[in-house]
């Protein structure tokens, strides 16, 4: 993969791919990764280090991390404000590289959890919210208490998104909704409905938080003269089924297929599963097993799952919290899905109670008493590139 080389200044140097900063490298060549990128080689002659703004430009090549920690928020600010500077729309005409950035979406499947977190408030987890990258594609699953946040600490603004998937409309999923649309809306030059992906009840959700946002809507645009409509969003409701590429992701060779999922007496709930490049991706939120999670999980090489450790549950004595055993899939369970499925990578998130570095083994231990493969404890921005599966036997 190759990205490009934008010198901010003397001995800073910020990594483009896809007109998205992926990395700040110092004059000391050291690399701080602000995406789910790290550079290999910093410049193919070692020149661009020191040298000025008219170096701009240089290739360097850049592999997929595999798993990724998020950056510090100065490091943020950094590869942020050098986007600003720096990057400019590509004059109509001009071909791809001809202005010195990449423009070519990479050809992989990655995801990244925006945020891992539960209704309970965690300084550490935003709420539930997971990144989905399939090419040119950007999808966001669930929109949980500071996933916008955190989008921005992923290299990405709520304009650059393709659309935005619900697996259902408990508020812990949805209550970023608002910031996102809003955000999006102020942020875009032109017209741009969000395209918003969910089970039945969807659009009443969608049209009532459009409602709640009308005396703010009202004041921008009697604010704003370059603002003379409000937001908007295209709604597809779906239960079952292949979401259809017209949305946005048509010729890209993308697909984004739902199933029901149990999350009871929340219903109709869904899961996702998005196949790009002979690889595939499941996400499926809250859910206890069941054969639509069986069916989006199937020889997935990344399945994301909503969590609850049923030992700490039980040992808070608190039946409100307990209750929730019931509508969720515990570690163990979650685990044999896995391997009943054979994915490659189990990723536990949405967390209850959310675990520290410490008590994160007794998540993997319990989950690898039932699954064999890769299990990981998700944390806010951990990033993973998605590659096919190896076929069975005979199929």
């Known amino acids: 993969m190759v990205g490009v080389a934008v010198v901010v200044e003397p001995g800073t140097v910020v990594v483009v791919v896809d007109e998205v900063v992926v990395a700040v490298v110092d004059d000391s060549a050291a690399v701080v990764a602000t995406g789910s990128v790290v550079v290999d080689d910093v410049v193919d002659d070692g020149s661009v280090l020191g040298a000025s703004a008219a170096s701009s430009g240089a290739m360097v090549d850049v592999q997929p991390a595999q798993r990724r920690h998020p950056p510090s928020s100065g490091t943020m600010d950094r590869a942020l404000t050098a986007t600003r500077r720096y990057l400019r729309p590509r004059p109509k005409g001009r071909r791809p590289g001809q202005d010195g950035l990449v423009h070519g979406a990479e050809d992989r499947l990655e995801v990244t959890l925006l945020g891992t977190g539960s209704p309970l408030p965690h300084s550490e987890r935003a709420g539930p919210s997971t990144l989905v990258r399939a090419g040119p594609v950007r999808l966001m699953i669930d929109c949980g208490r500071g996933s916008l946040m955190r989008l921005a600490g992923?290299?990405?603004?709520?304009?650059?998104l393709?659309?935005?998937?619900?697996?259902?409309?408990?508020?812990?999923?949805?209550c970023?909704?608002?910031?996102?649309?809003?955000?999006?809306?102020?942020?875009?030059?032109?017209?741009?409905?969000?395209?918003?992906?969910?089970?039945?009840?969807?659009?009443?959700?969608?049209?009532?938080?459009?409602?709640?946002?009308?005396d703010d809507i009202g004041w921008r645009i009697a604010h704003?003269?370059?603002?003379?409509?409000?937001?908007?969003?295209?709604?597809?409701?779906?239960?079952?089924?292949?979401?259809?590429?017209?949305?946005?992701?048509?010729?890209?060779?993308?697909?984004?297929?739902?199933?029901?999922?149990?999350?009871?007496?929340?219903?109709?709930?869904?899961?996702?599963?998005?196949?790009?490049?002979?690889?595939?991706?499941?996400?499926?939120?809250?859910?206890?097993?069941?054969?639509?999670?069986?069916r989006l999980t199937a020889g997935a090489s990344i399945y994301v799952q909503s969590v609850v450790r049923e030992a700490d549950v039980r040992a808070i004595p608190s039946t409100r919290?307990?209750?929730?055993?019931?509508?969720?899939?515990?570690?163990?369970?979650?685990?044999a899905t896995a391997a009943r499925a054979g994915v490659g990578t189990l990723v536990m998130t949405h967390m209850v109670p959310a675990?520290?570095?410490?008590?994160?083994?007794?998540?993997?231990?319990?989950?690898?008493?039932?699954?064999?493969?890769?299990?990981?404890?998700?944390?806010?921005?951990?990033?993973?590139?998605?590659?096919?599966?190896?076929?069975?036997?005979?199929?």
Not at 358 to 371: L, N
């Open 321 to 335: 919290l307990q209750d929730i055993l019931d509508y969720h899939s515990t570690t163990s369970q979650a685990a």
């Open 154 to 160: 992923a290299g990405m603004f709520p304009t650059s």
């Open 176 to 214: 970023d909704f608002n910031d996102l649309v809003t955000t999006r809306w102020v942020m875009s030059p032109g017209e741009s409905p969000l395209i918003v992906v969910g089970p039945p009840g969807t659009r009443r959700f969608v049209d009532t938080t459009l409602a709640m946002l009308a």
């Open 355 to 395: 675990p520290d570095a410490a008590s994160g083994q007794f998540w993997i231990d319990d989950a690898r008493a039932e699954f064999t493969g890769h299990v990981v404890v998700g944390a806010d921005l951990d990033s993973f590139v998605a590659t096919p599966r190896p076929r069975a036997r005979g199929t």
């Open 224 to 294: 704003h003269d370059d603002l003379t409509s409000p937001p908007s969003c295209q709604v597809t409701e779906i239960v079952d089924g292949e979401v259809d590429a017209q949305l946005g992701w048509s010729g890209t060779g993308l697909r984004v297929l739902v199933a029901p999922t149990s999350h009871r007496p929340v219903h109709p709930t869904i899961g996702f599963r998005l196949e790009y490049g002979g690889a595939a991706v499941a996400v499926v939120g809250d859910s206890r097993p069941c054969g639509g999670v069986d």
């Open 162 to 174: 393709t659309a935005l998937l619900l697996t259902h409309l408990h508020s812990d999923h949805v």
